[in-house]
């Protein structure tokens, strides 16, 4: 009986000066605090990173925007539908995934004045599955009123057309698509806007069809 009771004493000694499971344990109550911060901290990266992707976009689709057209000899540059139609259909490319639109949408406006002074949106373009308007309003607003007398508000700074010419905005709609379930950006929208002056002389009658059959982004 004093032996049995000896062998278990050093059994019970043995087993509290044991260390052999204590890194296994440690990882396993570590373990669930590092996922954690490892994933957020690869989500924050991909969001700043998809954030800046979706701002480019947009400054790039105004650029282009400002840029377009067909300049002839005896006509100012023309602007066609097609020419609006590529700028929409380069941002997947940019953004590296063709199914870009399906969770975004592109507004491309063009603001100028009207006869009488007022600022006007006076075409606007669009694309994607994305359901959300334009901050500034659709195609006509401010024709004949005040409501954009202050510019285009972009963020920064509020921007007019210059007088015979036009101001060329683009704003960018995008879901934020997380790497995981658990990511604390799930379902953030993103939102950008690029704002540029028309480089040259323009026939700002409005869009072209160039080949009667441009289909209309609208």
């Given at each position: 009986m004093a032996f049995a009771r000896k062998m278990l004493s050093n059994f019970?000694?043995?087993?509290?000066?044991?260390?052999?499971?204590?890194?296994?344990?440690?990882?396993?109550?570590?373990?669930?605090?590092?996922?954690?911060?490892?994933?957020?901290?690869a989500e924050t990266a991909y969001y700043v990173q998809t954030q800046q992707q979706i701002s480019q976009i947009a400054l790039a689709a105004a650029d282009n925007a400002s840029r377009v057209g067909e300049a002839g000899v005896l006509q100012t540059r023309r602007v066609y539908e097609s020419d609006i139609n590529d700028i929409f259909l380069g941002a997947p490319k940019q953004f590296g995934d063709p199914n870009f639109f399906d969770n975004a949408r592109i507004i491309i406006s063009s603001v100028e004045y009207d006869a009488d002074d007022n600022i006007y949106i006076h075409w606007q373009r669009c694309m994607g599955e994305k359901d959300v308007d334009s901050e500034f309003g659709p195609?006509?607003?401010?024709?004949?009123?005040?409501?954009?007398?202050?510019?285009?508000?972009?963020?920064?700074?509020?921007?007019?057309?210059?007088?015979?010419?036009?101001?060329?905005?683009?704003?960018?709609?995008?879901?934020?698509q997380a790497l995981f379930g658990i990511s604390p950006y799930v379902s953030r929208e993103l939102k950008a806007k690029g704002v540029f002056v028309v480089r040259d002389a323009r026939d700002l009658t409005g869009l072209y069809d160039k080949t009667g059959e441009d289909p209309v982004a609208t």
């Open positions: 019970v000694n043995r087993l509290r000066q044991d260390r052999s499971g204590v890194a296994v344990i440690e990882l396993a109550y570590s373990l669930p605090i590092l996922m954690v911060l490892g994933v957020t901290g195609e006509g607003t401010g024709l004949g009123d005040d409501t954009l007398e202050d510019g285009i508000n972009t963020g920064a700074a509020r921007v007019k057309p210059v007088p015979g010419s036009a101001l060329i905005v683009a704003e960018v709609s995008y879901d934020f």
